[in-house]
């Protein structure tokens, strides 16, 4: 997606490993989301930055998962003790500037493979 | 609760076939409604979107929509599909501005030659 870059592209861990994802949006964009897309459970919303604090962190599932956000602009999903149900793709977002703001365009993704 | 709802999983239609896939929502203030298209391999891309005014938006792509309130429905059209709009769609609501969506579960449309 225009303005949201995410790395890695994939990333195949073991089992109960430690894994972080990165978002990197273009400059100027104090609001990212994170979100998870898994068979299953479609897409689910994750947790919400403005600027480096998160004031929507409603979506994490367990206390495994944490994200932060530093100057503002890129952002870490960190999951520690992988488990296979971590598996799915992990999709970035941020809102659109000017007349633009209320829709959320989106990253790649990260697809995240636990074994 | 807030809830979107796609009712067909898959859609199969022929190229050049007319298209409407379903959209219902819950929502108690009101919505900010998307269209997102996701292509294999591909993020997601937004279609169109209705926050207020004219009910009938027009999208990318050759997309429109309708926003029918008293059916709390949004519901994706296309007057003649294409071979390359083969993807998975996917209807979304939120409050607008900085807050999360909520998505539906998705429609993965095939299209036969």
């Known amino acids: 997606g225009a303005g949201v870059s995410q790395s890695p592209s994939n990333k195949v861990t073991e089992k109960g490993k430690d894994v972080e994802l990165r978002c990197d949006p273009i400059?100027?964009?104090?609001?990212l989301y994170w979100y998870r897309q898994s068979l299953g459970q479609g897409l689910e919303f994750l947790i919400y930055?403005?600027?480096?604090?998160?004031?929507?962190k409603s979506g994490l599932p367990s206390d495994r998962f944490s994200a932060e956000r530093t100057g503002g602009s890129v952002s870490t999903l960190t999951i520690q003790r992988t488990q296979q149900e971590d598996s799915a793709v992990y999709l970035c977002a941020i809102n659109g500037n000017w007349d633009r703001y209320n829709e959320q365009f989106f990253g790649p993704g990260t697809r995240l493979t636990v074994l | 609760a807030q809830s979107v709802t796609q009712p067909d999983i898959h859609i199969t239609v022929s190229e050049g076939a007319s298209l409407e896939l379903r959209c219902n929502y819950s929502?108690?203030?009101?919505?900010?409604l998307f269209w997102y298209v996701q292509s294999p391999g591909q993020g997601l891309q937004l279609l169109l979107k209705?926050?207020?005014?004219?009910?009938l938006v027009q999208g990318i792509k050759g997309f429109e929509a309708e926003f029918k309130r008293s059916q709390s429905s949004f519901n994706l059209r296309k007057p003649s599909v294409h071979w390359s709009d083969a993807a998975e769609y996917f209807c979304?609501?939120?409050?607008?501005?900085?807050?999360?969506?909520?998505f539906g579960a998705g429609t993965r449309l095939a299209v036969h030659p």
């Open positions: 400059s100027g964009h104090t609001a």
């Open positions: 930055f403005q600027g480096n604090s998160a004031p929507d």
């Open positions: 979304a609501v939120g409050p607008g501005g900085y807050n999360k969506l909520i």
């Open positions: 929502y108690g203030a009101t919505p900010y």
């Open positions: 209705y926050f207020s005014g004219d009910t």
